[in-house]
Structures are given as C-alpha cells and as structure tokens.
C-alpha cells in the first residue's frame, strides 16, 4: 500500500457545514469525498463536473458583476468620476481612506 500524505484546504464555515452535511446525507466521510473527486481528475484528467458561469456572484455583495462592469467601462469618461493625484503617495493616501 502506498504511503499517505496529507493535505490541508481552507474553506468557510458555511462551506464547511453545507459540505459535510451533504457527505453525512450520502454516508461518506469528507476524506472519502475528497479522495473521489481526486480519482476523478485523474480519470477524467478533468474537473469532473461542469463549471458554468452563474448569475450569483461567487466573489460575494462587493464585488462588481461583470454587466455592471461592463456598462460603467462604456460609459464616456466624462461620467466615470476619475480623480487625478499630483503623486503617488496622494493616490496611496487617497486610497487608504
């Protein structure tokens, strides 16, 4: 039998316990979980599931979505609120307010 390693991943709590209580309901423990979705990568030598953009912003409520984005880099530079610095430890200063 080959040797074990181990191997550490972050995640939020809320991941943490969503995750878990899935594996509990499939009754697999979370190393076991981990260990499938590596066979598959090897396997597959893929992710193994489809990764699609979604509408739900994955990044959380301060990040710009890509449309609004997209709407504000289209906007004349008369409407996009530039500010101007003589140096850049006025942008810095600026930036840590």
Known sequence: ???SVSYQV??????????????RELGITPAQAVRLFLRQVVETRSI???IKKTERCPVGDGHTPNDQLARDL????SEKE???FSSAEALFADLND
């Open 48 to 50: 193994p599931f489809p």
């Open 1 to 3: 039998m080959s040797r």
């Open 74 to 77: 289209l906007k004349p530079d």
């Open 10 to 23: 972050r995640l939020s709590d809320d991941e943490k316990t969503a995750a878990f209580s899935v594996f």
């Open 82 to 84: 530039y500010k101007s």
